[in-house]
């Protein structure tokens, strides 16, 4: 039997994705899954919406950290994407880094040596330049509605594809970990499978909670 494919549709600067992103990491290691990680943007997602001005500052601030995360994608593919998120991720949200460029340029540097370069590696460092620009906004909102427009409009990230459905969640906190994370993954294809499941949820008790 050929491994569940899971897609997941994440934004660099949101708590919830980064720690069902970590689930389906631990996911991977107790069940035959593959998990392929793609760019939403939060910033694209709340265009035209009437935010209080803090949530406005933080959405414009947001197109930057996801432009780069697409940009490692169509630069380097699938798997550097994956090194990617959990590099600055790592930063932004266990490591309570300031979202600024400065997490962003140093997850470059890390996944410029992992791939055997320099940390100053200009092919990884260049990808800097799309923190700031526009220019590839167009392949950033088709990444986002790939991921998003089969979910509907009333949710956020993380959103999953399985089992050809697109589910907004689980939201976890903290991340469980090995058998604890199999067995929430076991329910949740459980669920995913049935052409008649469409929503579960209670009210959230917890802020994210990181190791």
Known sequence: ?????????????????????????????????????????LSVLNEGRDLPPEYRAMMDAAWGPAR???AVEERFGQDALREFYTAVGTRIHPGRSERSPAPIAAAL?????????????????????????????AALRASHH??????????????????????????????PKGEEAGRLFDGFLALTS??????????????PLFD
Not at 111 to 130: C, F, K
Request: charged share 20%.
């Open 194 to 207: 049935s052409s008649a499941f469409f929503e579960l949820k209670r009210s959230r008790t917890v802020d």
């Open 68 to 70: 780069v995360a697409l």
């Open 109 to 137: 540097a890390d996944l410029a040596v992992a791939s055997g370069s320099t940390a100053d590696d200009p092919a990884y460092l260049s990808l800097m330049d799309a923190l700031d620009t526009d220019a590839n906004d």
């Open 1 to 41: 039997m050929s491994a569940t494919t899971v897609d997941f549709w994440f934004d660099p600067i949101c708590p919830w994705a980064w720690l069902t992103s970590r689930w389906m990491l631990e996911v991977e290691q107790v069940r035959d899954v593959r998990t392929r990680f793609h760019v939403m943007s």
């Open 146 to 175: 790939a991921g998003m427009d089969p979910v509907g409009l009333d949710v956020g990230t993380p959103v999953l594809h399985v089992n050809g459905k697109a589910i907004f969640g689980p939201v976890v906190s903290p991340a």
